[in-house]
């Protein structure tokens, strides 16, 4: 599991750096950004199939939290791929997933959150750690890269 989590950390480093070179309006941005992208939905993966598994999630009940807040990170960070990285010339196409399907995804992950507060704060430490990792850092993660991209469609106008 440690390594889903350097894998992580790594792949966020590269979207940081992919962000800098979209920036400048360096050449290779958007595949840094496919890249760091693919990274992160990598991790999501494999830790939608650990976490299927893993047997204080099952006894605290959190396992039905934990796959719906990695589905809603998988559609998230795909439609953030699909706006950012200019893979689809049609504005709706770039829209339809992250606008149509992903705020959608973001406000029942929130309103599930709060839900089941109960339940994350009567849970082990482990299972806190694990939340913590898994569902709350690549949230903070997204919102950072989100913000990012409000920054840069500004420059983008103003170019």
Request: charged share 15%.
């Amino acid at each position: 599991m440690k390594y889903v989590f350097k894998l992580l950390c790594s792949s966020f480093m590269a979207l940081i750096f992919a962000w800098i070179a979209k920036f400048y309006f360096v050449y290779g941005g958007d595949y840094l950004f496919r890249t760091a992208t693919c990274g992160i939905l990598i991790v999501l993966f494999f830790q939608l199939f650990i976490t299927s598994r893993d047997r204080d999630l099952i006894e605290s009940k959190l396992r039905p939290y934990l796959i719906l807040n990695l589905l809603c990170l998988l559609i998230v960070y795909t439609g953030m791929m699909f706006k950012v990285s200019h893979i689809f010339v049609s504005q709706t196409k770039k829209d339809l997933l992250l606008d149509f399907i992903g705020i959608p995804a973001i406000a029942i992950a929130l309103i599930y959150t709060f839900s089941s507060i109960n339940r994350l704060m009567n849970s082990t430490k482990r299972t806190k750690e694990l939340i913590l990792k898994q569902v709350i850092f690549p949230w903070i993660i997204f919102g950072f890269s989100f913000l990012l991209y409000a920054v840069y469609s500004v420059i983008l106008v103003r170019a």
